[in-house]
């Protein structure tokens, strides 16, 4: 591609709350220009992961180049996809880090929803230029009216400003891309500077190694240049570049002011660090600011179903993490489901996305533990501080059917179900995002589960010391129902300390394998025998207990599952 005048360079993403319309609108812009055709099967293109299209949810960001002639002229509009759930708000802010300026959906039957404040809040502190869009006109109730005076309120931008559409059907979208080349500015880059470019995505190609994706804010960069790295500090030479249309496109070179991808021959993803700068080896240049590094919020075990998997697990976890750098993993081991990792995610969500990944993506079967959240541990009297769960923080009424909630709360009763529950009371219509507001004092205490009064270490847990009793009466309950009876009496206990807080006994049994078999066959008796001591061998004694792997499994895996 030749030089492309940066003044007909547009560069945005589009935000919104989780299925207000975002891919669909993307998938139309790409029809209306040309870079897809009009067909069913072309549904959510930049939806490219299955989980994703699965799911109907966006999880990793993906870009598109496309050329829309404009009063005579050829614009340039690169859009950058953005995931709309409250996991994945990191993905949302490295992406608007390569734009000018952001379309906002806001559905217009929904309204102003948690995502779209979040959201709206990040482009607005990066600077961009905002351009309201309401969606879904075409449905019975929608009320565009009632949703422009919404925005208004809420983000000072005029209510004239909204584009009224219908994604779905297409109406007024084209007046979307207009308002694109009015509203946003081009970005600013000439092209006498020397080569600086921010990686704002990296995934990684078995054959070709480490793609990035990369926003050039000056210079030019083609293939055969020696270019570094300011994180890795290391050179490279550029193999291929080339635009997203949004397959890949090679073209000669990347001008100032673009969006494409660079292959540089990087092995790992480490080398190309979301958020690092590329630069000519022999024109350094002052790195961009970066980005903060994405903060593990969730926490579980990971271990193989079968331990002989272990190895192609490993791989299978070190693949995925190169395309999802904002899992951390530390190894882990329990005696009873063998070795295996602790991972971080930024939510629940996120969780599943990357175990459901593993599963269809490179064939693994795994058991995720309960997922718990940090906790910083003070070993002093104070503990006896009292907790809050709860506190109101403030309220703000959007209209006078909406009404804006902030709490404080502890992440621990906010991760698993919370969001179901506040979707079930409020039939559907609350909406909710978090972010961190660090770390206070609570009343938590460790609970032991005993086996004939033996601890079992892989399943203690920190629980609120009001939610004890509660905890540990589900987890006996459990546990019974999963251990077998053995030749004697079985004592499951849950206890802080030395105080039991909850008992399920399990009564003696003998499992006679032989009792099916009469008469005098031998053979029948030894193979029984020895299916018998097979079995045993997935057992693990816990004193004189034996108890099935499964049954840690069961009591571990989340409910749900
Ligand atoms: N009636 C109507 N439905 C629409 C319109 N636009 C999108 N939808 C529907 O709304 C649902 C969500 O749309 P998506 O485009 O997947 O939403 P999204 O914002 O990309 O969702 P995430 O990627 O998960 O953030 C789908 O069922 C769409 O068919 C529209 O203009 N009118």
Redesign the pocket.
């Known amino acids: 591609m030749s030089r492309f005048p940066v003044e007909n360079i547009r560069n945005f993403s ?1 935000i ?12 139309r812009l790409l029809e209306m220009t040309g870079a897809i055709a009009k067909t069913e099967r072309n549904k ?1 293109v930049l ?1 490219k992961l299955q989980v ?1 299209r699965e ?4 999880v990793k960001a993906q870009t598109a180049s496309l050329f829309y002639m404009y009063n005579g002229q050829t614009y340039l509009l690169n859009l950058i ?5 409250v996991d994945f708000s990191y993905e949302v802010s490295r992406s608007i880090s390569a734009c000018q300026g952001v379309l906002l ?1 806001v ?1 217009a039957n929904q309204g102003i929803q948690a995502q779209t404040v979040a959201n709206f809040y990040l482009a607005f502190e990066a600077q961009l230029t905002i351009i309201p869009v309401l ?5 019975k109730n ?1 009320d565009p009216e009632r949703v422009a005076s919404q925005i208004e309120k809420v983000f000072d931008i005029p209510k004239e400003d909204c584009i009224r ?5 297409g ?1 007024n979208v084209d007046q979307v891309l207009e308002e694109i080349v009015k509203r946003i500015p081009p970005p600013v880059a000439r092209g006498d500077e020397p080569f600086k470019a921010l990686v704002f995505d990296s995934t990684f190609d078995h054959y070709r190694g480490v793609v990035t994706n990369i926003a050039l804010f000056g210079g030019q960069v083609s293939k055969g240049d020696k270019i570094m790295s300011a994180h890795a500090g290391k050179v490279y030479e550029v193999n291929e570049v080339g635009i997203l249309r949004p397959e890949e496109q090679p073209t000669d070179r990347l001008y100032g002011g673009q969006v494409g991808y660079l292959i540089a021959g990087m092995k790992e993803v480490k080398e190309a660090q979301i958020g690092d700068t590329l630069f000519h080896q022999k024109h350094p240049v002052e790195a961009l600011p970066g980005f903060k590094p994405a903060k593990a919020m969730v926490f579980a075990g990971m271990y193989p179903v079968d331990q002989s998997e272990y190895s192609s697990l490993r791989s299978a976890v070190d693949r995925l993490t190169l395309n999802d750098s904002s899992v951390t993993v530390q190894r882990d081991s329990s005696h009873a489901l063998g070795a295996g990792w602790r991972l971080g995610f930024l939510g629940l969500l996120h969780m599943e996305v990357f175990n459901q990944r593993l599963e269809q993506e490179y064939n693994a079967s795994v058991i995720m533990t309960v997922p718990t959240v940090p906790y910083k541990a003070v070993f002093s009297s104070a503990k006896l501080i009292k907790g809050h769960r709860g506190v109101q923080k403030n309220m703000v009424y959007i209209d006078d059917q909406r009404v804006m909630m902030k709490y404080l709360f502890p992440l621990n009763e906010v991760i698993v179900d919370f969001y179901d529950h506040l979707k079930s009371l409020s039939s559907g219509y609350a909406s909710f995002d978090y972010e961190d507001a660090g770390y206070q004092p609570a009343d938590l205490v460790k609970m032991d589960i005993l086996l004939n009064g033996k601890p079992v270490e892989e399943l203690a847990m920190i629980v609120h010391r009001d939610k004890a009793y509660s905890s540990g009466k589900a987890l006996c309950e459990r546990l019974k129902d999963c251990i077998p009876r053995q030749l004697f009496e079985i004592a499951v206990q849950a206890a802080i300390g030395s105080k039991v807080m909850a008992r399920e006994t399990i009564k003696a049994y003998r499992k006679n394998v032989l009792a099916k078999c009469y008469g005098g066959d031998i053979t029948r008796k030894m193979k029984l025998l020895k299916k018998q001591a097979e079995g045993k061998k997935k057992m693990r004694r816990i004193g004189n207990i034996e108890v099935p792997k499964d049954a840690f499994i069961s009591v571990l895996k989340r409910k749900d599952k």
């Open positions: 589009i919104a709350h989780v299925d207000h319309g975002k891919s669909t609108l993307a998938d959510q939806d994703e799911r109907g949810i966006t996809d953005t995931p709309g759930h959906i559905d969606n879904k006109i075409d449905l929608a559409i219908s994604a779905k059907l109406t």
